[in-house]
């Protein structure tokens, strides 16, 4: 923990230049303002997407596929049911064919790692590897992750990656064999360091006693985050079962998706994987990216409590208000609707739904569960009334994923970490198709728009409006 002095000394250092950092942000505000018409004018693709969304193809890969639209008869591009493909295998039917067993989780990362289903005994071999993994260096717990908890678990989670640099005897090793190593302690271990990390948090920030569980090898990744987490390690198969899912559901989803494109630019530099790890990391803490689960929990508090009653009425009216930033946190934005690339549907969404619907039986929560699906249906109406869409609009995975994370009664400082736990699967094997067939760095062009202007000696200048 950082010293309460020590703080304070930092505030009253930042208190006594805030004016002139106010001033000085006027400045910068006026002159990194670009006319947005200028992107018509050169036909730049603002945040790599063109004009209906879709984003702009930079690059190949066998990993993940996201099908959102097809083709009509007269070959017109129309929006169809969203499918997600892990290594050509459609995730319905990786689910479907999957269920009921314990090492769902890893059995996807088998495959997105290494391009085709295991055998029984492929995985049970990869699964004690995991195991095996699955434990952090002599005393890193209390030098790294007690003696300065962060309030913020995806910083503290990426301040750990990063201090495991110099635990590793060939950091720097980008060979394929190397990085797969790295890649599988990584995938192993951050189950622990998300864990401990809020562990160490509580028991500082929240006066909570503080206890350390050990993994066990015979339990899965989901068994085992459970395992540690709770103070009586105790937990249903049902609740196994869906966090187990919610591993699979977030494990990849394509190049494209802002973190994993971090992976691959990163990696092109031929930077170490605990860098290139922790970059995807800052990517993903973004709420607009892997953070928005916990805005959609944050939306529904808020609802529950303008709409106790769960009245259909009252909370299509509030839905409207949402969305005509009256109400929630004003942005106008139902969190949790719509997606980047669906349109009609995001598969995952439909997946975890019927899940989540199981789980709220058996906590006796189901009336949560129809107030749910109800305020999607009425946002979806909202939405398609109030605004001109190019798509439609249906709930996403963070919609339901939350939901799932609250009856497992998980803390809310874990929900994003627990996509990191889940999609470092995902990042390692971009990694490694990235070390394979990238051989460049990636580099795209930034079009220059600034006016050419004479140098001015500084007892010349005068101060600019």
């Known amino acids: 923990m950082i010293p309460l002095e020590l703080r304070d000394h930092i505030l009253k250092k930042y208190s ?10 006027k400045v910068a505000s006026k002159s990194d303002i670009i006319n947005p018409k200028l992107y018509e004018v050169y036909d730049v693709k603002r945040g790599l997407r063109d004009i209906n969304g879709n984003g702009v193809v930079c690059g190949l890969t066998e990993i993940s596929e996201i099908i959102a639209f097809g083709k009509d008869k007269d070959g017109n591009k129309i929006p169809v049911d969203g499918q997600l493909y892990y290594r050509g295998i459609n995730i319905r039917d990786f689910v479907k064919g999957s269920q009921g067993r314990r090492f769902d989780f890893e059995e996807a990362t088998y495959l997105l790692l290494f391009g085709h289903l295991p055998t029984k005994a492929q995985l049970q071999r990869f699964c004690e590897i995991l195991a095996d993994f699955r434990v952090l260096p002599p005393s890193f717990v209390r030098d790294i992750i007690m003696k300065a908890p962060s309030r913020d678990m995806m910083n503290m989670l990426a301040r750990c990656v990063l201090a495991l640099y110099p635990y590793d005897p060939k950091p720097d090793d980008t ?67 869906v966090l187990d899912l919610c591993l699979v559901l977030h494990a990849e989803h394509g ?109 006796h929560m189901e009336k949560e569960y129809e107030m749910r699906k109800y305020v999607a249906t009425a946002a979806a109406e909202v939405i398609a009334d109030k605004r001109r869409i190019y798509k439609g609009v249906a ?22 970490p627990f996509f990191a736990v889940a999609r470092i699967s995902g990042w390692s094997a971009h990694r490694m198709e990235e070390i394979t067939n990238g051989g460049k760095i990636i580099r795209p062009g930034y079009q220059a728009v600034a006016k050419r202007r004479e140098y001015v000696p500084i007892d010349e200048r005068v101060e600019e409006e």
């Open 175 to 241: 060979s394929k064999r190397n990085v797969l190593r790295q890649s599988l302690q990584l995938i192993a271990q951050f189950p622990l360091l998300c864990v401990y990390s809020q562990k160490a948090h509580s028991y500082y920030n929240s006066d909570e006693s503080l206890f350390i569980h050990k993994p066990q090898k015979e339990l899965s990744t989901a068994e085992n985050i459970l395992y540690i987490l709770r103070r009586d390690s105790k937990y249903t198969e049902l609740e196994a079962e």
């Open 395 to 416: 709930p996403n995975v963070d919609f339901y994923s939350g939901f799932v994370y609250d009856m497992l009664d998980l803390p809310r400082e874990l929900y994003t």
């Open 255 to 363: 190049g494209g998706n802002n973190s994993t494109f971090t992976t691959h630019v990163v990696t092109s530099s031929g930077t170490d994987t605990y860098s290139s790890v922790a970059a995807s990391l800052g990517s993903l803490k973004g709420p607009k990216h892997g953070g928005a689960n916990i805005k959609v929990c944050e939306m529904f508090d808020n609802i529950k409590e303008n709409v106790p009653d769960f009245d259909k009425g009252k909370l299509k009216d509030y839905v409207a208000k949402i969305v005509d930033k009256e109400a929630f946190d004003h942005s106008g934005l139902v969190y949790g609707m719509g997606h980047a690339v669906y349109s009609l549907s995001d598969p995952r969404a439909d997946i975890l739904r019927s899940f989540a619907e199981k789980l709220a039986v058996e906590k």
């Open 16 to 25: 006594k230049y805030s004016q002139d950092i106010a001033e000085l942000t």
